[in-house]
């Protein structure tokens, strides 16, 4: 919803996916409320969002992953590019959410990536944005986010893609962290942000220092 | 060497450890050269090392930490704090510096953890400092870091202990990150940022944003 809310503020033309049309409707309405009535969301049931999409953002919890994505094989279109922002934590199987679960192909974006039909790249990221921050209300303050995206990715073309849509979100800097692999890090930083989170009570996030200038363009 | 140099600059005292004394010596001479004639630093072989310490800091190589941990059982003094910074690359084995090994015990801190005597405690922690910025000379510049450090133990008390000594270091921030399990989140970063340091040829930290100021503390 948050991601939902930053790509409709930033004029991007948005689907929302749910197995029922009709809650991906009345999600779409709640966005547009706060995003303003331009806003270009609309809702739809996931096979039919799918369809209709060239770049899909998975934002699902891990214990539902792989069966959506079975579920949406043949609604993928070829060509298109899927960002997995899946983090496996060990909540899903009634554990902690500071802890993860260990994924056979390395990384629940890899997990995906197997999933998806030929001709459809993965690109992973988004996994450390607060949910909480990003659907921030603060109209008078500053909306921006204090933290970087990296992104993973085989595809340099759908690590592109992925940097200037995570670039559209106030305060964010994208960058390029490598090979799709390397995403089973970017979920483990999760957990520890949502370790850190607990622990202090905050909304934690990264910024990665010490690159040169054009590392965040 | 780094880390020495910081905290020989920082006015404490400091023993550097070695397989062979004069090594050792010649180090903490170096050393000495740069923190000024007053730094309080010594090298010693590595069991006269631990035998005079009861703050150990461990920087090898993963692939030399088991077998030195094992030689120097005997030597460490029951009651001190040894922090490890050793991180799993698979570099040790021939591997890339931007993968880690699996390590059994979960983490290299927990394996060290496993391997000293009954009641020293373990901290994980300054796996992400680079030694290019600890070892910087700009001398009219600003050299201080910008980097955090996140710290893990199951010892509150060698988590403050090892908060304290990070915060000596100009720019970082010490952050309690929790029991000694976390830790292979924070070796897994350091291969991340090798990474992105092979990419965009910088020298890459992290800063960890959101948290209370008193997390920072």
Chains 1, 2 share one sequence.
């Not at 706060?34 to 609309?42: D, L, P, S, V």
């Not at 060239?54 to 539902?64: I, Y």
């Not at 629940?108 to 996994?127: I, R, Y």
């Amino acid at each position: 919803m948050g991601l939902a809310l930053r790509w409709a503020r930033a004029g991007e033309t948005i689907i929302l996916g749910s197995r029922d049309a009709q809650r991906a409707q009345q999600a779409a309405e709640e966005i547009r409320k706060k995003a303003g009535a331009g806003a270009n969301i609309t809702g739809m049931e996931n096979s039919a969002a799918c369809a209709a999409s060239d770049l899909l953002v998975l934002t699902v919890p891990f214990e539902g992953q792989a069966t959506l994505l079975k579920q949406l094989k043949t609604a993928i279109r070829p060509g298109s590019v899927l960002i997995d922002a899946t983090v496996p934590l060990a909540a899903g199987v009634g554990g902690r959410a500071s802890r993860t679960l260990g994924v056979w192909q390395g990384s629940a974006a890899q997990q995906a990536a197997e999933l998806v039909p030929k001709g459809v790249s993965v690109a992973a990221a988004f996994h450390n944005l607060s949910a909480d921050l990003l659907n921030s209300e603060q109209s008078n303050g500053d909306d921006s986010l204090d933290c970087d995206v990296i992104v993973c990715s085989d595809d340099p073309a759908a690590t592109q893609l992925t940097r200037a849509l995570a670039a559209k979100i106030p305060g964010v800097r994208a960058i390029d962290g490598g090979k799709l692999e390397n995403a089973r890090i970017l979920e483990q930083i999760t957990a520890l942000l949502i370790g850190l989170n607990i622990r202090h009570k905050g909304h934690g996030g990264i910024r990665i220092t010490g690159l040169p200038p054009q590392a965040y363009e």
